[in-house]
């Protein structure tokens, strides 16, 4: 599976096997160019699009990973999942430190940044003042490195801005994925929701919020995400997304 996915060269692939677990209806395995994933988003919707969509699979799925039981329905052409929960998994790293390892002036990041994640999905989260400095972003990952740890330097990062129920982010793989910027990161946005319920950015009366990613990269996406705030903590958070079918191949085992 691992040199299938090297060999295919997408974000993600992943491999639809007979299921092990009570209650999974597939077994699914998902794996960059460089490594296998707990769990990942979009390779989560866009499985699901393939299985209700072209090979016909009714009802609502879950999909036994190594980060769990992923539940995923349909609502029109929006496929929603469950996706791993999501909390603070590290202390705050200092402003400048980080301000400096993505080429911006301290100020323009608004709040120290965490990790955030569990089950194995990890995200080094920063906010930012507006767009435009995450448009801006050039990631050093040896700044980052000095400025946190050689772990959190080389995993995750998600920059992001927010205003008034939408997200604008740009998300740079781990660099044993082997993948670098990826347009639509449907596992980051537990982990979103996560940092802005720590940083009181959200309400009570906030149930839903737009996540927009890949827009510096010509290539732009739309999430969407439901949950419910309780004091500092997102909980019941679902993921939407969509999606199409681009092309199909065949392998040859000779």
């Given at each position: 599976m691992q040199k299938l996915a090297r060999e295919m060269n997408l974000s993600e692939s992943t491999f639809v096997m007979r299921p092990q677990a009570e209650r999974a209806t597939h077994k699914v395995r998902i794996f960059t160019p460089g490594q296998e994933l707990p769990f990942a988003g979009h390779p989560t919707i866009g499985t699901a699009f393939v299985l209700q969509k072209i090979a016909g699979t009714r009802g609502e799925l879950a999909?036994?990973?190594?980060?769990?039981?992923?539940?995923?329905?349909?609502?029109?052409?929006?496929l929603w999942m469950t996706p791993p929960p999501a909390e603070a998994l590290s202390a705050a790293f200092?402003?400048?430190?980080?301000?400096?390892?993505?080429?911006?002036?301290?100020?323009?990041?608004?709040?120290?940044?965490?990790?955030?994640?569990?089950?194995?999905?990890?995200?080094?989260?920063?906010?930012?003042?507006?767009?435009?400095?995450?448009?801006?972003?050039m990631l050093d990952r040896r700044d980052l490195v000095?400025?946190?740890?050689?772990?959190?330097g080389e995993g995750n990062v998600l920059v992001m801005s927010y205003q008034g129920g939408k997200a604008y982010t740009r998300m740079f793989a781990a660099t044993a994925n082997g993948v670098g910027e990826d347009a639509a990161t449907g596992s980051s946005v537990a982990p979103l929701c996560a940092a802005l319920g720590w940083w009181r950015l959200l309400d009570q009366s906030r149930t839903s919020l737009e996540v927009r990613q890949g827009v510096a990269m010509g290539r732009p996406s739309e999430l969407y995400a439901r949950f419910a705030v309780e004091g500092t903590y997102v909980q019941q958070v679902t993921v939407g997304g969509s999606a199409v079918a681009i092309y199909d191949s065949v392998v040859d085992f000779g």
């Open positions: 999909f036994e990973m190594e980060a769990g039981l992923i539940e995923v329905r349909a609502e029109g052409d929006v200092d402003r400048a430190g980080i301000a400096q390892a993505i080429g911006l002036p301290t100020s323009s990041v608004m709040m120290p940044p965490q990790i955030f994640g569990g089950r194995g999905v990890e995200f080094l989260c920063v906010l930012l003042d507006t767009e435009q400095n995450v448009d801006w972003v000095k400025a946190t740890s050689e772990e959190a």
